[in-house]
């Protein structure tokens, strides 16, 4: 069975900083890319980043551009979104993903709020 | 940046084809993709690779793409198919991944 256990998210203050991670089982993590896929309250998806398979390669959309890091350890199944200088747009639900697949996390609530 | 372009809504009676389109100039040479998101849950894909249904999804959908549009059908589409409808692809650089703005679904 495929899972994607995601952990990390919460209330942050603008400004701040926060780890998201995912950790993934039932496929072999370090043949796919992966990326991170956000959801503000009431609007629709965002392509966030992505990895390639060996972490060679990564991209950004324009607006965390500079701002958030993605990275994996294929030896720990994980993959990872480090979130600074956070904004009041950032809130939103991080989803992780097997790039272009139905396999996907649950989601994990990040607001960022004074 | 790349834009992929939806329709906001998109309204049928039950029963009938609803067609939900999505435009965008790598589409040409990208593959699309679909997904279904009923309100609160994760999204699920309906159709990959422009046509292709992974297992478990009903035959009822099925996707298409020609030139700068790729289409998702529905046949004989039913309340429960009500949800919000993500088309997705890449730009043609390759590696920058899009959304369109999403289409609602509504059977009434």
């Known amino acids: 069975e495929v899972q994607l256990v995601q952990s990390g998210g919460g209330l942050v203050q603008p400004g701040g900083s926060l780890r998201l991670s995912c950790v993934v089982s039932?496929?072999?993590?370090?043949?796919?890319?992966m990326s991170w896929v956000r959801q503000a309250p009431g609007k629709g998806l965002e392509w966030v980043a992505n990895?390639?398979?060996?972490?060679?390669?990564?991209y950004y959309v324009d607006s965390v551009k500079g701002r958030f890091t993605i990275s994996r350890d294929n030896a720990k199944n994980s993959l990872y979104l480090q979130m600074n200088s956070l904004r009041a747009e950032d809130t939103a639900v991080y989803y992780c993903a097997r790039d272009g697949s139905d396999y996907w996390g649950r989601g994990t609530l990040v607001t960022v709020s004074s | 940046s790349y834009e992929l372009t939806q329709p906001p809504s998109v309204s049928v009676s039950p029963g009938q084809t609803a067609r939900i389109t999505c435009s965008g100039d790598?589409?040409?040479?990208?593959?699309a993709y679909w997904y279904q998101q009923r309100s609160g849950q994760a999204p699920v894909l309906v159709i990959y690779?422009?046509?292709k249904r992974p297992s478990g999804i009903p035959e009822k959908f099925s996707g298409s793409s020609s030139g700068t549009m790729a289409t998702l059908t529905i046949s004989g589409a039913q309340v429960e198919d009500e949800a919000d409808y993500y088309c997705?692809?890449?730009?043609?650089?390759?590696?920058?991944?899009?959304f369109g703005g999403g289409t609602k679904l509504i059977v009434l």
């Open positions: 990895i390639k398979q060996d972490g060679s390669e990564e």
């Open positions: 039932g496929f072999t993590f370090s043949s796919y890319w």
């Open positions: 997705y692809s890449t730009d043609s650089g390759g590696y920058h991944r899009v």
């Open positions: 690779e422009d046509d």
């Open positions: 790598a589409l040409p040479k990208k593959y």
